[in-house]
């Protein structure tokens, strides 16, 4: 492993300073995610900075929230505060669209990113943003907790089994929750998650003339059941918990399942950082008998924003940062478990990689989400835990917050429904998609 990762080293570094030392030195402001993988990164930057000598990073590591709200800022009014930025799906195609982004011209070899990747971070036939690391949604659950219980998971469950064995795994008194599930207010915090589960509950954010579906029985049915599972099984104040907090109950023994992105499996199974990593087991997301799942498909990217003045620099560390080079120096430092996962072809077909106990699991979670045809019945929309229009995320962001009160009881279910179909139909409306 040593030696090929050195072959690879070398050939990599010679690629990227060959005729484009900088003259001065250039500081790079990076905005990124405070996610395990996103972190993880800043540890081998020496790697890239030894092989470019004029270029220095400057990091800014922000909560998911925060990112995207600064990120969002910057890029409106291209104020160049950042130069290179972590954002996903949603955001590429439509800022890239729009000439927001840079194309990406630095790449190491862009054929072998999934096709998953490439369609959600492209527009206009070009690739805006080069993914870091891709992912579903997919259940993380404890085997002894499920043997203990006495029921059994299965490998494709339904929602229904899911909060029975919920329910059967939840110990007050010892500090176990059968059930972890995002609540913290977000388009793409809580609502992610549950608008993954609304799909398979038969529900939409729109309708084919774009009007807001929240009056209907679907969208109670999935609110409904999301709250009173969470009230049987849930930790104490979950309306505050996203992707972080969850994680660290899920690392600490509090959670029986847990449901979110795959790329959490590997700090779940990490026995560095996770008291229970030989006890867990994963699952698809669970269905309803309505022909889809509750998984989501998001990639995290880097992009470079049409504001930078360090635009060269830029798109040299984006190439470093998604290249199959990158993705052997973290298995020759960390193991095959810890690369970043969901974003090349090569990975999974390499042997070592196949060994990952999850590793199938999240290339099968993001093959069965199908941003085109995300809902039971048609949409004019694309995005399997979005809409991908740029009225989304001010609107998904309100309802998150009426469905995270719902949660902590602060309104009732039937209040948060009618406030977000009121407040989505006006958004709506002055947008002009409703005539």
């Not at 300073?17 to 990076?30: K, Q, R």
């Not at 954010?205 to 049987?232: A, C, G, R, S, V």
């Not at 029986?256 to 700090?267: L, R, Y």
Request: proline share 5%; hydrophobic share 40%; with cysteine.
């Amino acid at each position: 492993m040593k030696k090929i990762v050195t072959g690879v080293v070398g050939a990599f570094a010679l690629a990227m300073m060959a005729g484009t030392a900088l003259a001065d030195d250039t500081t790079l402001t990076i905005a990124t995610v405070n996610n395990g993988d996103m972190t993880r990164m800043q540890k081998y930057t020496d790697d890239f900075t030894t092989a470019n000598p004029g270029i220095k990073l400057n990091w800014v590591t922000l909560e998911e929230n925060d990112l995207r709200e600064k990120v969002t800022k910057d890029i409106a009014t291209k104020g160049g505060q950042y130069d290179v930025i972590t954002i996903g799906m949603y955001e590429a195609p439509i800022w890239g669209g729009s000439g927001k982004l840079l194309e990406l011209n630095a790449l190491d070899d862009p054929k072998d990113f999934l096709a998953a990747d490439v369609n959600g971070l492209s527009a206009k036939g070009k690739l805006w943003a080069a993914p870091f690391y891709g992912e579903s949604s997919m259940i993380m659950y404890r085997k002894d907790l499920v043997e203990k219980s006495g029921l059994k998971m299965a490998d494709a469950p339904n929602w229904t089994d899911t909060r029975a064995l919920a329910k059967k795994m939840t110990d007050r008194a010892a500090g176990i929750n059968g059930i972890c599930l995002r609540g913290k207010a977000g388009w793409g915090e809580n609502m992610a998650f549950l608008t993954a589960m609304s799909n398979a509950f038969g529900a939409r954010w729109f309708d084919e003339k774009w009007h807001p579906q929240f009056d209907q029985p679907e969208w109670k049915n999935t609110l409904q059941f999301y709250i009173d599972m969470m009230n049987e099984s849930g930790p104490q104040g979950a309306s505050g918990n996203g992707f972080s907090e969850n994680l660290a109950l899920m690392q600490t023994g509090k959670c029986g399942m847990w449901i979110d992105a795959t790329v959490a499996a590997s700090f779940v199974s990490d026995p560095k950082a996770s008291q229970v990593a030989d006890k867990m087991a994963y699952a698809l997301a669970p269905d309803n008998g309505m022909g889809k799942r509750s998984n989501w498909l998001w990639a995290w990217a880097l992009a470079v924003p049409a504001g930078t003045k360090k635009a060269e620099a830029a798109q040299k560390f984006v190439g470093w940062a998604t290249s199959k080079h990158y993705t052997e120096l973290v298995a020759a430092k960390e193991g095959w478990a810890n690369v970043p996962p969901g974003t090349r072809a090569s990975l999974y077909a390499n042997p070592e990689y196949a060994k990952v106990p999850f590793a199938k699991m999240t290339l099968d979670s993001m093959n069965s989400a199908d941003p085109l045809h995300p809902t039971v019945k048609p949409v004019p929309y694309t995005g399997v835990q979005f809409a991908s229009i740029p009225e989304f995320a001010g609107i998904a962001s309100k309802v998150g917050d009426l469905f995270s009160q719902a949660l902590a009881g602060q309104i009732k279910v039937d209040d948060a429904l009618k406030q977000a179909q009121d407040y989505s139909t006006a958004e709506m409306t002055k947008a002009g998609y409703i005539k």
